[in-house]
């Protein structure tokens, strides 16, 4: 009787861890089925169900005689379903040399809980192939559109750059954006363990709508001059930026438009916030001399002076207890209004400035478009600055007269002088010539846009002579070219201080001017900021000018008169 309770004792001890093991079964089912159902389900889901965008084709963007300036490729983007991996430890090695990545970064992504991780996006061919000789099963590899631009560094401020997803971030490519990304499409279907769909289960597909392309009025040809010319003027007079503006002053078309430091569009990731920087556009400065060419003009317009009318010039000109001087010194001489212009009289154009008044001299500042926006078809544009005549002080007057205590951006003045250029007509300046669809359907096109008259054509047609005379006899002489009547003012302007009133010692040297003169095709305008070698636009910007402005006549097969 004893041994038989012993033996049941021996037999209620496995019984008891039996009945508490089914006890933990249930309590675990129990925990999962009820206190981790949702987090469980929405795991299986993420790892069956597929939701995804469909990229569509971004459109290209085309120069005026139809060069290709940005285009999309295709390229491969490397992917894992993490719980297919059976080694994510010599996975993430493998992977780590071909991808160019850290393998601790590559293991992190491989062992997350997800049905889809990317491990690169956008890898090229070879780097593509290597992953799939790999052969292990959870990795693949699907196709995506990437931005490419064939030039590089050509225009590289202007066209701009896009993201990952192909979302336009700057320059035309932002400004243009929901013309050129098209529509996405979508697919929705469920997924084996192997990433294959299941039949049946495809349950919405919505076809990609690859986007418009844009038709620029940019001639690459006459772009790649521009920054080569702008280039060669910063090394050799060592400075540290500049900016070329070259346009159609008959209708606004922008022939070419850079500045210096500039980027390589296929490397941005790379390129400083200065380099993103389109200066013709989003930056400001005091023009200098250039801008002496609109109180003569006005006087003019006025019928106060004639490009004849004679001046007595002492060799300074005191208004209001400043004493205004030349640039370079000379004794007191007599000059006509045309002489002013073409020797860059700082006293003499002062004169002229008093004679015309700060309320007409404002007047026509306003219209020739220095107090707003150009317009243009480019995002961040900013407008130059000029007091209003209540705030001129005793020798504001005169200074404004030749471009100093005024500031405008290179493309506001390049917009003023086509004023002179066209025979008194002010334009809005623009890039984009026409949007064109996938199927070759033009989706619109862009016209000239007459904003408004600023002066007679024979006032303008005197500015045009006034700036001719300063070519052949005057400061510009080194931006003639040899066949053709060139119209032109040089520009030395000193840079205001950062943070304390009054000037520096560095510069901005500049040139600017049209051809063939009294039929103008091209206006070019040449900035270099703070040359070191030499301070004058007839040195250090003419020459750059001549070489771009000779390239784009012939371009663009303009005959010599």
């Known amino acids: 009787m004893a041994n038989l309770k012993r033996h049941s004792k021996r037999l209620l001890i496995p019984l008891w861890f039996a009945i508490l093991f089914f006890v933990i079964i249930i309590v675990k089912l129990g925990y999962v089925q009820l206190v981790k159902h949702n987090d469980y389900s929405r795991q299986a889901n993420s790892q069956r169900q597929r939701d995804e965008r469909l990229l569509a084709k971004r459109g290209n963007i085309f120069d005026a005689n139809g060069e290709k300036l940005a285009v999309t490729i295709e390229k491969e983007t490397v992917f894992a379903t993490p719980y297919l991996i059976k080694n994510p430890t010599l996975t993430a090695q493998k992977l780590a040399t071909i991808l160019k990545m850290p393998s601790a970064a590559i293991h992190s992504k491989l062992t ?47 066209v701009g750059i896009v993201g990952l997803d192909n979302e336009g971030l700057s320059g035309l490519e932002m400004k243009y954006d929901k013309f050129l990304k098209g529509r996405y499409g979508r697919l929705k279907d469920e997924r084996d363990a192997f990433g294959q769909t299941i039949p049946g289960t495809k349950g919405l597909y919505l076809k990609p709508k690859d986007g418009n392309s844009l038709v620029l009025t940019l001639n690459r040809d006459i772009q790649y001059k521009a920054q080569l010319e702008l280039k060669n003027a910063i090394k050799e007079w060592e400075a540290a ?43 400001v400065y005091e023009p200098g001399s250039t801008l002496k060419i609109i109180a003569a003009t006005a006087a003019v317009e006025e019928k106060i002076y004639t490009r004849e009318s004679s001046f007595y010039l002492p060799p300074t000109l005191n208004v209001a207890g400043k004493n205004i001087g030349e640039a370079h010194r000379h004794e007191a001489v007599n000059y006509t209004l045309a002489q002013i212009i073409s020797e860059s009289s700082n006293v003499g154009i002062s004169k002229v400035g008093l004679a015309v008044g700060k309320q007409r001299l404002y007047k026509y500042f306003k219209s020739f478009g220095l107090l707003e926006n150009t317009g243009i078809d480019y995002p961040g544009e900013v407008s130059g600055f000029v007091p209003k005549p209540k705030h001129w002080y005793g020798p504001t007057i005169a200074t404004v007269a030749f471009g100093q205590g005024i500031a405008v951006s290179p493309l506001q003045l390049a917009r003023a002088y086509s004023v002179v250029a066209n025979g008194g007509w002010l334009y809005r300046p623009y890039i984009v010539k026409k949007i064109v669809s996938s199927s070759k359907k033009t989706v619109k096109t862009t016209r000239p846009e007459r904003l408004r008259r600023v002066m007679s054509q024979k006032a303008a047609f005197e500015g045009t002579l006034m700036l001719e005379k300063v070519v052949s006899d005057g400061t510009g002489a080194a931006a003639a070219v040899k066949g053709y009547a060139v119209a032109g003012k040089t520009g030395t302007a000193q840079k205001a201080n950062v943070g304390v009133k009054g000037y520096g010692k560095s510069y901005i040297s500049s040139f600017i001017g049209f051809a063939p003169a009294e039929n103008a095709k091209v206006l070019v305008l040449v900035v270099v900021d703070s040359p070191k070698k030499a301070i004058y636009g007839s040195q250090v910007a003419a020459p750059a000018f001549k070489n771009i402005m000779e390239f784009a006549l012939h371009e663009l097969k303009i005959p010599p008169q």
């Open 241 to 283: 930026s500049g900016s070329v503006v070259v346009l159609n002053p008959q209708n606004g078309e922008i022939l070419a438009m850079t500045s210096v430091p500039d980027f390589d569009l296929n490397k941005f990731s790379k390129a400083g916030k200065e380099s993103q920087k389109n200066q013709p556009v989003v930056s």
């Open 112 to 158: 997350k809980p997800k049905g889809f991780v990317f491990l690169k996006r956008k890898v090229g061919k070879a780097t593509a192939d290597k992953v799939r000789k790999l052969k292990i099963e959870g990795l693949g590899l699907y196709k995506e559109n990437e931005r490419y631009y064939p030039s590089g560094r050509l225009a590289s401020q202007l």
